[in-house]
């Protein structure tokens, strides 16, 4: 694919470094309201500020017209209102924009918009860089830097609004962001506070008032926290599987290593509505002579007859240096084609925004920093054995 000539960058105030002022976006309600209620202010004030944070979008107090001149000075000296700062954009020739975002300690991560005719899906990353090493994936290469705040995940929603004008909150079949996928950067799992903080913000009816139908969280199979995914957020499930023996999934997706193939589907099947109407998505890139014969595609109908499932073909999305191919368009055709004759839902997903490097599995920021204490704590806290 041709690549596109360099976008203008477009760079927005960073965050105040300096500031000690606390950020009201990524508070939960209660932490909220907590807050205003310290800082000597009347209980309804914190639907207020709400309101205006996440209902309108603003930035500013001095936008919040229905609070009195003098409060609003209040708060101004006391609080910010912060989002992550835009260091690049780019536009793909098929519509996905992608944005380079930095947040106030100079790290950086990648969000993207996939645009549809009437309808759009925002990709938002959980952390910087990841921790685990999936070999086909480019985030992968990216040693994990930090785990992103709840603003800074919610944050990233909020700047693709900005970016489209979607503000204050759109009835929701005129929405153009109609859709969040955490798919981008990083392993929601092993940031599920935060990212959960950030998803129950974005669901909220009196702000950004996004259903829970149409947030969908993917998981490498971070098994223990499934359960709670379902718990807490009952968003739609994705599921990073892309082999079918344990021998294979073991090099392509290592986490597989402490949590196989079965004791994964066995959790997805106990999943909330995954024995009825809703259906969890299985992805699965299509890596040429490594899981695509005609075998893996049959074996694959068999591991998933007894969920609720659908699978996405992801045509593998290269990045530089990476150690595998795409398969050929015959190939993933026939592989479809038996998991439907299986009765399995199964479309090959056209690739979008690679010409900017925005599409499955290839960002990556140049944040970096060498794995040590911080990964492993954050991996002993949802491994229960
Ligand atoms: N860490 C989570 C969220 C990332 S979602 C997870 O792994 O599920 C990004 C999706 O793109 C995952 O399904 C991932 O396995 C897939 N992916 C990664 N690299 C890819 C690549 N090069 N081509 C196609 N899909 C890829
Ligand atoms: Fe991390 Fe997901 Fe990439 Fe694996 S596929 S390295 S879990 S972002």
């Known amino acids: 694919m041709s690549l596109l000539t360099p976008q203008p960058l477009q760079i927005t105030e960073p965050p105040r470094r300096n500031d000690t002022r606390p950020n009201l976006v990524g508070l939960s309600r209660d932490q909220l309201k907590t807050l205003l ?92 860089g990841c921790t685990l090493t999936c ?132 959790a997805c099947a106990d999943y909330p509505g995954a024995r009825n109407s809703r259906r969890i998505t299985f992805e699965y890139a299509m890596l040429r002579g490594v899981n695509d014969s005609d075998a893996d595609a049959r074996e694959l109908v068999r591991l998933l007859k007894p969920i609720h499932a659908k699978v996405n073909l992801i045509p593998f999305n290269p990045w530089p240096g990476a150690p595998y191919e795409c398969s050929s368009n015959n190939r993933m055709h026939r592989f479809a084609e038996i998991v439907n004759e299986g009765g399995l839902s199964a479309p090959i997903r056209t690739p979008r925004g690679r010409d900017i490097l925005a599409a499955c599995g290839q960002l990556k920021s140049e944040s970096l920093r060498r794995r040590g204490e911080r990964v492993r704590d954050l991996e002993a806290k949802v491994d229960t054995r």
Not at 85 to 104: H, M, N, P
Not at 202 to 223: F, P, Y
């Open 135 to 266: 070999s086909f994936c480019h985030t992968g290469t990216q040693p994990l830097v930090r785990n992103l705040s709840a603003a800074e995940v919610v944050g990233q929603f909020m700047i693709a609004r900005d970016s489209y004008g979607e503000w204050p909150t759109p009835i929701e079949t005129t929405r153009m962001l109609s859709n969040i996928v955490m798919m981008g950067m990083g392993e929601p799992l092993y940031n599920f506070d935060n990212v959960a903080t950030a998803l129950r913000i974005v669901m909220d009816e009196q702000g950004i008032a996004l259903s829970r139908r149409r947030i969908t969280l993917s998981t490498s199979g971070v098994v223990p926290m499934i359960a709670k995914v379902g718990e807490v957020l009952d968003v739609n499930l994705a599921v990073s599987l892309h082999a079918v023996s344990d021998e294979v999934r073991d090099t392509l997706v290592p986490i597989n290593r402490k949590w196989p193939i079965a004791e994964l589907l066995a």
């Open 37 to 128: 209620a310290e800082a000597g202010l009347e209980p309804f004030r914190a639907r207020q500020v709400w309101q205006w944070i996440y209902w309108h979008g603003v930035t500013d107090f001095a936008g919040m017209t229905n609070i009195a001149k003098k409060t609003r000075e209040r708060l101004s000296e006391l609080f910010l209102i912060e989002r992550p700062a835009i260091v690049a954009e780019q536009r793909s020739v098929d519509g996905t924009r992608k944005w380079l975002l930095r947040f106030a300690d100079g790290n950086e991560v990648e969000t993207v918009n996939i645009p549809e005719d009437d309808r759009g899906s925002v990709c938002i990353s959980s952390q910087v």
